[in-house]
């Protein structure tokens, strides 16, 4: 069965500190993956996605994710923390049909 | 452009009564798909429809329906709210091919049903 799995709930980083996000993922093709940022009250915005090619992709604010097919993994990365990264980030699976994760949500301690 | 526009923004609807969600879209994409998100649950795929006259079921389909009128606008229709319906839907877009495309997404609307 498709399914995508973020492991962690919630995460709480002080501000500057390095981040990583998990996803796991099972897909029977070759998956096209993404990750979306949506912060309180507001729809999804894309951070980055993932099709083929280099598997280390960079994104917008500064985030990149690198995709493992050995460990079915496509983990959110950024080297530096803002306050304003606090949010809600999904992870999606898929090509015309998307399966989310549930979600995690960061945290940004000042 | 507006990108994908979603009315209303927040709804409260008693147990039994019906109502419409809007959706369009300015960006000429071929596929519509609609969401709702509740907490611990992620974004599950309500209806969706890959063009003009064509609809399928997602994961989650019993007590909603969907009608795509043209290719800019895709409904969601409440016919007898629940309270179980209460949630936030998010009404997207994709882009036509298989290039290198994600879906884009409305800014929702939060339905309340008491």
């Known amino acids: 069965a498709q399914s995508v799995t973020q492991p962690d709930i919630h995460i709480t980083v002080s501000e500057g500190a390095s981040l990583e996000l998990r996803c796991n993922y099972s897909?029977?093709?070759?998956?096209?993956l993404f990750w979306y940022v949506q912060s309180p009250g507001q729809g999804l915005q894309l951070l980055l996605k993932?099709?083929?090619?280099?598997?280390l992709v960079q994104g917008i604010k500064g985030f990149e994710a690198e995709f493992k097919r050995s460990h079915s993994s496509f983990n959110l990365r950024k080297p530096s923390v803002h306050w304003s990264d606090a949010a809600e980030y999904f992870c999606?699976?898929?090509?015309?049909?998307?399966?989310f994760g549930t979600g995690t949500r960061l945290k940004v301690l000042a | 452009n507006a990108g994908v526009t979603q009315t209303p923004k927040f709804q409260v609807l008693k147990t039994g009564q019906s109502m419409t969600l809007q959706c369009a879209q300015d960006?000429?994409?071929?596929?519509m798909y609609w969401y709702r998100q509740d907490p611990g649950m992620g974004l599950r795929l309500i209806y969706y429809?890959?063009?003009?006259?064509?609809?399928d079921k997602g994961e989650v389909p019993n007590g909603y329906n969907v009608s795509r009128l043209n290719k800019r606008e895709f409904s969601l229709r409440l016919e007898s709210a629940a309270p179980s319906q209460t949630s936030v839907y998010f009404c997207?877009?994709?882009?036509?091919?298989?290039?290198?495309?994600?879906?884009?997404f409305g800014p929702g609307t939060r339905l309340t049903v008491l």
């Open positions: 999606a699976v898929g090509m015309n049909k998307y399966i």
């Open positions: 897909y029977g093709a070759t998956p096209y």
């Open positions: 993932y099709f083929s090619g280099d598997t």
């Open positions: 960006m000429n994409h071929n596929s």
């Open positions: 429809s890959a063009s003009e006259g064509t609809t």
């Open positions: 997207a877009s994709l882009p036509e091919g298989r290039s290198y495309n994600e879906q884009f």
